[in-house]
């Protein structure tokens, strides 16, 4: 029905929908695009994929290969001038295994060796600090260990899936803790001992503060989250019963002495020391939120 031949009063109610729906799409198509960027990988918001992509472009060239996993691969592509070697939907599921294998070392050197035979020098991986399984790798690292597993079989790279990951209890071996990935995640972050100050952990995440939860993962016994987080479940609990704090490396070998970090002012030292258990990596980006990090091959 065209315009002309509405009634006065369908007149009204055609403009009022046309208006309607102009502001519900001009609304709406914003928010489902803000929804669906990258940097929205945890709550509350943060830049630091914007971060990322910056470095990238300012500092790598257009040719530079980039190992990283999942979704964060078509953000490479979509959003930065670099190439990842995978990505989601890829058809090369030897190359795709590969990258898992690297992140899935428990030798650093045998990362190197992959890296450097797939022409790649970098790095990147994603922690979703603020809330578990909010898009970062330890959300995915299982479909790293099962890729190279399907797809590495009969290779020197094979690798068994029980050696990182207890699909029963679906929680990381000890082996895991030593894997190439945990210690990029790890690397450069504090650790807070929570029996040193049981309140201060608590403390952080209800202050928004970015490091909270990788500290209550590495202290607290899965799935125990005070209010008001109940319902976030983590895996914070190796397959063994131990809790994560139990694989970190000691002062003088993967953990150094970071100095007087006093968080809640209370005139003590609140941190044991600081991650530094990487040898043939070096961070060369750490977003302000900490949640992405890229490394390069240090030779």
Known sequence: MS????SPFGKKMFAVTVIVTLVTVGILTPLLIWAGRPCQISAPKSNDWEEAFTWMRTNLSADTNIAAWGLNGDYIHLYSNCTSLIYCGMDDQTLKGLVGRQFMATNESESVEILTALNTT???VSWSYYYPNAGGNEGNWQSMIQS???SLSGTKWEIAVSERWNETSEKPTCEFFNTTLWKMITYGEPF?????????IEALIQQGYPLGYF?????WADPWVPNPYQGEIGQWKDDAGHLWKYHNPTLGAGMIDDGMQDYDGNGDDDTVGQFANLVHFTPVFVSSGHLVKIYQINY
């Open 3 to 6: 315009e002309e031949k509405l």
């Open 122 to 124: 970098y790095v990147l």
């Open 148 to 150: 190279a597993h399907d």
């Open 192 to 200: 807070i001992n929570s029996g040193t100050d049981e309140a201060l």
């Open 215 to 219: 500290e209550a993962r590495l202290n």
